[in-house]
T-cell receptor, first 112, second 114 residues
Framework: DAKTTQPNSMESNEEEPVHLPCNHS???????IHWYRQLPSQGPEYVIH???SNVNNRMASLAIAEDRKSSTLILHRATLRDAAVYYC?????????????FGTGTLLAVQP | DTGVSQDPRHKITKRGQNVTFRCDPI?????LYWYRQTLGQGPEFLTY????????KSRLLSDRFSAERPKGSFSTLEIQRTEQGDSAMYLC????????????FGQGTRLTVV
């Protein structure tokens, strides 16, 4: 399983963009990069995922480096509700389980 | 409500007692996962069901832990002879039977062993 490195914590101001980095230098060529977040006292929730191309959805954008050894989750305008732990997860398609393996993530604090 | 439901939300038990948690996945989701999360850590994978078949168990799942998913619908996780180290949040997730699809998590059951 690929290892990930994320900052333990980051801070942002409300309504400003946030760039959350993740290093996954041992990622396999077939592993997708998933991002989940966990709000206080909640289970994790899906944010976005991608393989090689940059991806956008209503929650965020995902920028993937050309060599796929790193990626950045972009929240375009942070709100107080975005304060959470963000997990970057290389997800293997090999085997039947397709399970998510979480690291310790990045705790994002959003200041008003 | 069409989300993943877990019951109970909180459980306090004395050391040595048995406890059982229930997870109701989203209807028609074939895949079901159990995770455990301790304070300051990310969720750790415990076990995986494809319909009623338990296809993978983590080394974290000691002999005191057992999980079932009869008829491929709801699932139960039982811990026998609980220890203080079992105190954690137990999370259940489900997803359709497609690779890389979104996993939906419940709000978890917080277990405290005293």
């Amino acid at each position: 399983d690929a290892k990930t490195t994320q900052p333990n914590s980051m801070e942002s101001n409300e309504e400003e963009p946030v760039h959350l980095p993740c290093n996954h230098s041992t990622i396999s060529g077939t592993d997708y990069i998933h991002w989940y977040r966990q709000l206080p006292s909640q289970g994790p929730e899906y944010v976005i995922h991608g393989l090689t191309s940059n991806v956008n959805n209503r929650m965020a954008s995902l920028a993937i480096a050309e060599d796929r050894k790193s990626s950045t989750l972009i929240l375009h305008r942070a709100t107080l509700r975005d304060a959470a732990v963000y997990y970057c997860i290389p997800r293997t398609v090999r085997g039947a389980t397709n399970k998510l393996i979480f690291g310790t993530g990045t705790l994002l604090a959003v200041q008003p | 409500d069409t989300g993943v439901s877990q019951d109970p939300r909180h459980k306090i038990t004395k050391r040595g007692q048995n406890v059982t948690f229930r997870c109701d996945p989203i209807s028609e989701h074939n895949r079901l996962y159990w995770y455990r999360q301790t304070l300051g850590q990310g969720p750790e994978f415990l076990t995986y069901f494809q319909n009623e078949a338990q296809l993978e168990k983590s080394r974290l799942l000691s002999d005191r832990f057992s999980a079932e998913r009869p008829k491929g619908s709801f699932s139960t996780l039982e811990i026998q002879r609980t220890e203080q180290g079992d105190s954690a949040m137990y999370l259940c997730a489900s997803s359709p039977d497609r690779v890389n699809t979104e996993a939906f998590f419940g709000q978890g059951t917080r277990l405290t062993v005293v």
